[in-house]
Structures are given as structure tokens and as C-alpha cells.
């Protein structure tokens, strides 16, 4: 692991709860955490353990019910529409289901040319336009000739979820979150993905946060690895350290859950 | 050697678009399951899995297509027979599938008992309420599930559980073949462990006879299937045993996917993932050659115009390419 940049994304007594009274729920419960600058994080966890309400709070697309997250050393505002648009330059996210990630009635090229306009370049000339947006579907080995004048239906789900790196590669946001980027999709296009995701990362240096229930998967691509159960982490800690030396015995059924081809796969600790 | 629970002999079908073309999504594939075994199906989207297991129904209704071949399900050759026929005999009874996402397919304004309900009904209209809760109760008690999940809708369920529930109703009448279409991909691990294990509960049993599994996670297959069989674009590119197909990959594609699997086991990160670059063909007009021809590392010239065979080399063990099995071995030893 490389040595540890200046912390991008903190967060202190994180907590979300759905609810009241009786049917309250906490999604999230009092976490903390430092995410740096061009670091990969891996928030491992099993369905409902609470990993998509954290990362839609750290997106700020819903509210905390308590804690603070500081965004580079400072307190995050998200007071008005224009500070929220300001934070959203600066964090991006992928979405697990790619068909339901765009807007059905936009085309392609609508939904590149958004990008443009939010990184200031709604009055450039249409040929430069396109030509950014062909340099970034070469990015992830689309061509940009063939997608115009298209809708995203029309496309499969591998190469929507390409163009959503598309879509992140023109915005080169400082920290982009990747809910289960790759679960829908098979695991050919997923190796794919991965290494567009990486070669992204080297490029223009973000901040990566992989949300996943895949332990493989984030055991390969991250630097540090946070494992959550009931809204809490239980473990953190380099990738190495996480999955080969696991302290927490939850982390330890998460492992023994993974089907393995190298070791025996015990079916009878379920 | 067992009985043979399944068989196909040389079985091709398509489907007919709405402009007419033509697409051979399944080309001449035959296959056989002994009693007791599990035959796993491995392959990107697209490659023709989930259509073989269609067709392997002989129920076929368009846009789907049945050309030629033979199918044997325990002794019964039901080639030839009318879609009703198959419907009311043998569907559910010889032979059930669980479709992909069939759990998020359920009516949510219904309880999981009018489910098993509806399939007893389609097959045995005369059966009483008490009747059907009765084999339920049993079935769910044989299964291993809390029978309180009868009177649940399927909104009260988890993942999870909605997956086994589905399964549980594929196997109301105690079919001899149960097809499993990636049961448990949209789980996560521990959902999916308990879904596997209840599978294997039903094959150990002898509840079911046979399985065929699909799936493209291989770590997953290797663990459940005895006999892996890798398609792509609508043919069988490499068969053996579980084993082979996994440590020992003879087809350039059953290597490729070998390349993308994720295990968090030690040695992962300092491996390469790699990809297989392109896309399966367009199968409206496949290429006359190797199908594989245009993704693969060791494509020759004559790949693109010579059909290729599938070369049986012996113990059930085949593979369809030009190259011997000793060329191949060199070249992957070569390329680590």
C-alpha cells in the first residue's frame, strides 16, 4: 500500500435512522472514517447492512440524522441548490443497475453533453464537443460514431455501464462511489469494467469508494477495506490484512460464505 | 454408470425475429446427466445458456423455434410432443426450470401457499385447499423451511428466502430434473450459500434426480457442478468434468474465463485480472469459421473459414478447436 494521502472524505458519529418511535430503524449507526486522497475503499457488507444508505449520504442524496461529514478538512455544506451542485462536481457515483441509471427518453449525447456543460463547457463549439466526447468513449473502448443518435436501451449493460465510466471520465470528479458497479453484469464484462474503473483512478487520480458485497472483488481492486454489519464497522484495515489475517468473526463467515476454487467450500456453517 | 436422467441428442433451435431473420441461439448440442449429478452451464450473457435450458423443455412457443434433435427425459423421448401435452405432463413433473429473477417475478398480492396452490391446480384441478396445504406444510418441512413462510406475502420475505420459496415451488410435484437459471446471482454470499445448500440437501436426497446449473460465476459452478459444459454463441465450446474445466481449460474461451474470476483467496491481487476483449458475434449471421476466432489470442488463418468440431478426446471430455490439446497447453504455459 502506498503511503496515505490528505484525508478527503471524514466522517464522525454517522448515523441514519428510518423511522420513528416503534418502527425505527438504524441504518447506520455512529461510524467513522477517513477516506484519502487517490486511495481505493472497499465498504463490504451483506444485503441490508446499511452500505447503500452510507454511500447516499456521503453522495448527499439523503439527509444524516446525526454525525458530520467534512469534505477536504472542511465541513460539508449542502445548505443550498448551488452548494449541492458545487459538491456533485466533485463526487460522482455509479449506480448497481445500469438500465435503470439513464434517463430513457435522453440519448447519448444528451447525456455526455450534461457532463460538458457541468465542467463549464456548454459554450464551446459543437465540434469540440464532440470531439471530447469521442476521446472519452475511446477511453473505454466505445466509439463515439456509433452511440450518437442513440437511446440507452438500445445498448447492453456492459457498455452502459462503460459509458457511465464515460460519463465520470468527462467529469473527473475528486472521489467517485461505486455501488455494486459491477453485480449485474457477468463476470467477462466485469474483469472489463474493473480495469476502466483503475485505469480511470491512475488517470486523473480521484478517490475510489467501492460499495459491494463481493469480498473478491474488493479484495482485488482496494487499498483498505471496511467490513459493515447492522450499520457499524466491525473491521478495517489494509486489504491484506482484512481478508487473509480476518479478526471479527463476521468478517470471517463473510469469507467462508465466497465459493472458492483453491480451498474447500464448507457448506455446512450456513 | 447410472441411469441417464437426460439426454439430447444434436439439438437445435431459433428464434424468428419480427423481420423474420433467423438466429440458431442454440446449434447442435447434445448432453447427458446420469442420476445424482449436477451439470453445471458456464458462458457470458448472450451465449445461449438460458435458451438451451428452454429448449431442453421441449416447450417451445415463438418467437422460439425447435429445428432438430432428440430429447430424453428418464426413458421418455418427448421430442415431437405437443406444447400442451408437454405442459401438462412432463413440465413440473419430469422436468422443472427456476427462471432467472423468478423471485422478483412473484405477485405481491398473493401468498406463497397460492403459489404451490397454482401449481398443483394446473396439473390436478380437483385438489382441495386442505389437500395442497398439507403437501405444503410437508414439502416445506422436506426442504427445510419454516412453514410460516406459507402464509406470507412475498414482500415479507428477504432475498433470500423469496429465492428458496421459488425453489420450493419449482419442486411442488417432484420433478426428476430441476433447471436452476443463475438461482442465486442477484444474493449476496451468504443468501447465496444457503440457497446452494439447499439445492445440494435436494440432490443428496435424491428429492431430485438431476441438475443443470447456470451460471457465469465459475468459483460458483466449480463447487456445485460434477460436469461443467462452457457455450458460447449457441455452442458447446468444451465439456469435462468440473475439475478439468476449471485447472485445466483446453478451449482459449474456457481459459478466458478463467482469467476473470474473483476469490479472495491469497495470490489474488498480485494476479492480472484480464478480460477477454470484443463481443460474442451476432448470431443472425454467425461466422462460417471458429465463432471464437475474432476474440482469440491464437487465432490462425484457418479458424475463420474452417467449421470447427467438436473434437471428443475421450471420458467425456471435448473441446471445439483447431489447435491439438498439447499446442494449447504450450501456449497458456507459455503466456504465464
Not at chain 1, 446525526?66 to 460539508?76: C, T, V, W
Not at chain 1, 467517485?176 to 480495469?195: F, G, K, N, Q, Y
Not at chain 2, 398443483?120 to 385447499?129: C, F, N, Q
Amino acid at each position: 500500500m502506498t503511503s496515505k494521502g490528505n484525508p478527503c472524505l471524514s466522517g464522525r458519529g454517522v448515523t441514519k435512522i428510518f423511522g420513528f418511535g416503534r418502527h425505527k430503524t438504524v441504518a447506520v449507526d455512529h461510524v467513522d472514517f477517513d477516506f484519502h486522497e487517490g486511495e481505493i475503499v472497499s465498504i463490504v457488507g451483506e444485503s441490508g447492512s446499511g452500505k447503500t444508505t452510507l454511500a447516499k449520504m456521503l453522495l448527499g442524496l439523503i439527509s444524516l440524522t446525526e454525525g458530520e461529514i467534512y469534505f477536504q478538512g472542511k465541513k460539508r455544506d449542502l445548505s443550498s441548490g448551488k452548494k449541492k451542485q458545487e459538491y456533485w462536481r466533485n463526487i460522482q457515483a455509479i449506480f448497481q443497475d445500469p438500465f435503470s441509471s439513464y434517463n430513457i427518453f435522453h440519448k447519448i449525447d444528451a447525456v455526455l453533453l450534461d457532463c460538458i456543460r457541468m465542467r463549464g463547457g456548454g459554450k464551446l463549439p459543437r465540434e469540440k464537443k464532440v470531439e471530447l466526447m469521442t476521446e472519452a468513449c475511446s477511453f473505454v473502448n466505445l466509439k463515439f460514431a456509433e452511440l450518437t443518435n442513440k437511446y440507452p436501451f438500445e445498448l447492453s449493460g456492459g457498455q452502459m455501464q462503460r459509458l457511465m465510466i464515460a460519463r465520470i471520465f468527462l467529469l473527473k470528479p475528486k472521489i467517485l462511489v461505486a455501488d455494486e458497479p459491477t453485480s449485474m453484469i457477468d463476470a467477462c464484462s466485469r474483469a472489463t469494467i474493473l480495469d476502466y474503473l483503475m485505469k480511470l483512478r491512475n488517470e486523473i487520480g480521484m478517490t475510489l469508494i467501492f460499495i459491494t458485497h463481493d469480498i473478491g472483488l474488493a479484495y482485488y481492486v482496494s487499498d483498505t477495506i471496511y467490513i459493515m454489519e447492522r450499520g457499524r464497522f466491525v473491521e478495517s484495515g489494509s486489504a491484506d490484512d482484512v481478508i487473509l489475517h480476518p479478526k471479527h468473526p463476521y468478517t470471517r463467515r463473510l469469507i467462508s460464505d465466497v465459493p472458492k476454487i483453491y480451498e474447500e467450500w464448507d457448506l455446512s456453517t450456513v | 454408470m447410472g441411469r441417464v436422467m437426460l439426454e439430447v441428442r444434436d439439438l437445435t433451435t431459433k428464434y424468428v425475429t419480427r423481420y423474420k431473420e433467423d438466429v440458431y441461439a442454440v446449434d447442435h448440442v447434445s448432453l447427458k446427466i446420469e442420476e445424482g449429478k449436477t451439470l453445471g452451464i458456464a458462458g457470458e450473457s448472450g451465449c445461449g445458456k438460458s435458451t438451451l435450458a428452454l429448449s431442453l423443455m421441449g416447450y417451445y412457443f415463438p418467437p422460439l423455434h425447435y429445428i432438430s434433435g432428440e430429447i430424453i427425459i428418464d426413458g421418455q423421448n418427448i421430442t415431437g410432443m405437443k406444447p400442451d401435452e408437454v405442459r401438462r405432463s412432463i413440465l413440473g413433473r419430469e422436468i422443472a426450470y427456476i427462471p432467472q429473477a423468478a423471485m422478483n417475478a412473484l405477485n405481491p398480492t398473493r401468498k406463497v401457499i397460492d403459489f404451490i396452490g397454482d401449481v398443483i391446480r394446473a396439473h390436478d384441478p380437483t385438489w382441495t385447499k386442505q389437500m395442497i396445504y398439507d403437501h405444503a406444510r410437508a414439502l416445506f418441512e422436506r426442504l427445510g423451511l419454516p412453514p410460516e413462510v406459507l402464509h406470507k406475502y412475498p414482500v415479507e420475505l428477504s432475498g433470500g428466502m423469496k429465492q428458496r420459496t421459488v425453489i420450493a415451488v419449482a419442486v411442488t410435484l417432484t420433478p426428476k430434473v430441476l433447471i436452476a437459471d443463475e438461482p442465486s446471482s442477484a444474493l449476496d454470499v451468504t443468501s447465496q450459500k444457503m440457497v446452494i445448500k439447499m439445492l445440494r440437501d435436494m440432490m443428496e436426497s435424491g428429492f431430485i434426480k438431476a441438475m443443470i446449473f447456470i451460471t457465469h460465476e465459475l468459483p460458483l459452478l466449480y463447487n456445485v457442478a460434477d460436469d461443467i459444459m462452457v457455450m458460447y454463441a449457441g455452442q458447446i465450446v468444451e465439456r469435462g468434468t468440473a475439475k478439468q474445466t476449471v485447472f485445466d481449460p483446453l478451449h482459449p474461451y474456457s481459459k478466458g474465463l478463467m482469467g476473470s474470476i474473483l476469490v479472495p483467496e491469497s495470490g489474488l491481487r498480485s494476479a492480472k485480472l484480464t478480460a477477454i476483449p470484443g463481443a460474442p458475434p451476432n448470431l443472425k449471421n454467425p461466422p462460417p469459421g471458429c465463432r471464437f476466432a475474432d476474440r482469440c489470442k491464437y487465432v490462425k488463418a484457418e479458424c475463420r473459414v474452417m467449421s470447427v468440431p467438436l473434437y471428443e478426446v475421450g471420458q467425456g471430455r471435448a473441446y471445439r478447436c483447431i489447435l491439438s490439446e498439447e499446442e494449447l497447453r504450450r501456449a497458456y504455459a507459455h503466456d504465464e
